[in-house]
């Protein structure tokens, strides 16, 4: 009997099996991951795992317990070599086979690598061994340097410090989170970096790296005893583009997540697709909740479900005491509005042309901030046009504007 299969074994697939089984569906199914470890979660790779004292042990999405009451054939340590589209079975790494019914790729993203002379001497963060070895090298004393001011770049560097090393952070574009947030949130993570005792360098090219150093374009050099690079992630397509599925910023997806081939869907970081609060504009987007609900989806639609995603984005960092949390799109909304429930939290509500919500950036201590987030995420879902001054104004409830 055909199974329904899904290669990739992170938050998308462990979701997308407990999908399959909510849906009622009681067929058999697959999931292949490339590593030797039963799945789990990601996250806290670049954080707790590497600065709480503790040794760090996975955080567990799925254990042979888990999975044998679903009743999934989980095949850990061994890749998805090739699709056989017409003869519908994933082949294997090992030399085995598995046909599929249905079959979901959620490969997620991969880090990218410096090309630039020395960059093998880079280190990388994807997966918990890579944890482990950098939870090794932050020693205290040790000199760090990070390379990339994006979200992984700056958590490493908040896990370094924290461990008490010597931290410098090199960001070639003007300001770190460039892409990210908003620069006067970037600004207040920045600040709080620099107290820190981190060395933040922006607008700083680097010419090579070698095994104990950074030297930059304009001659400095800064010596290293461990150079880690966080520039941001390529969306892992390879076995999508080897079978001819459409790319598009990662595997080109529909509103139901099917990918060009119908019985092929795709989930999480390795997908493109159009989202309808944005004016059905192509996002791909690397996050924690995304690939949740994403895997929870294609499964529904595997089964078919034909159900529109159109879940609004969410993602979260913790910067030493500070938590950063953005809801839809930043950069869709080219109104800003500023709302300051206290002198520690800072949040930004991002209106279009036409006054309607399209995101929400904030940054506080804590879970300070948590609760504004979530009503800026009903508002835009609820695609809103609040006044900008109750927005604005922090005696209005925000909860108040979701009946307008």
């Not at 055909?2 to 999931?31: C, E, K, Q, W």
């Not at 620069?183 to 920045?190: G, K, R, S, T």
Request: hydrophobic share 45%; with cysteine.
């Amino acid at each position: 009997m055909t199974s329904m299969v899904i290669i990739g074994a992170g938050m998308a697939g462990h979701r997308a099996v407990i999908s399959f089984r909510a849906s009622n569906y009681d067929g058999p199914i697959t999931l292949i991951g490339e590593e030797a470890l039963m799945p789990y979660d990601r996250p806290p790779l670049s954080k707790a795992a590497i600065a709480d004292e503790a040794e760090p042990t996975p955080v567990w999405l799925m254990d042979e317990g888990i999975a044998a009451s679903l009743k999934a054939e989980v095949k850990c340590g061994v890749a998805a070599k090739a699709i056989d589209r017409q003869n519908k079975t994933v082949v294997l790494a090992d030399g085995g086979s598995v046909p599929y019914a249905k079959l979901l790729i959620a490969t997620g993203a991969k880090p990218r690598k410096l090309s630039l002379p020395g960059g093998e001497h880079a280190l990388l963060l994807r997966n918990f061994e890579d944890t482990l070895l950098l939870r090794q090298k932050f020693l205290p004393g040790k000199r760090i340097v990070v390379i990339g001011g994006g979200f992984i770049g700056l958590e490493l560097a908040s896990s370094a410090a924290k461990r008490g090393c010597k931290v410098t952070l090199i960001e070639a574009l003007p300001r770190i989170l460039m892409r990210g947030v908003p620069e006067a949130i970037a600004a207040i993570v920045h600040a709080r970096h620099v107290a820190a005792g981190v060395n933040m360098l922006t607008g700083t090219a680097i010419s090579a790296l070698t095994s104990d150093a950074v030297v930059l374009v304009d001659g400095r050099r800064i010596e290293a005893d461990t150079i880690v690079a966080g520039i941001g992630a390529a969306p892992d397509v390879a076995l999508a583009q080897s079978v001819g599925l459409v790319l598009d910023n990662g595997i080109a997806v529909d509103g139901t997540l099917q990918t060009s081939d119908p019985d092929i869907y795709a989930a999480g970081d390795c997908c493109s697709f159009p989202h309808p609060l944005f004016e059905n504009r192509r996002i791909r987007l690397e996050a924690w909740r995304n690939a949740q609900d994403q895997g929870s989806l294609a499964a529904e639609n595997m089964l078919g479900a034909a159900k529109t995603y159109k879940a609004v984005p969410w993602f979260w960092s913790d910067q030493y005491e500070l938590s950063l949390q953005v809801a839809g799109l930043s950069d869709a909304g080219p109104r800003t509005v500023e709302r300051r429930s206290s002198p520690e939290t800072l949040m930004l509500f991002h209106l279009d042309e036409a006054g309607t919500i399209k995101g929400a950036s904030g940054i506080g201590p804590g879970n300070s901030i948590a609760r504004d987030v979530k009503l800026a995420e009903m508002l835009i879902a609820k695609e809103a046009k609040p006044n900008p001054a109750a927005l604005a104004d922090p005696a209005v409830q925000l909860k108040t504007l979701l009946k307008g």
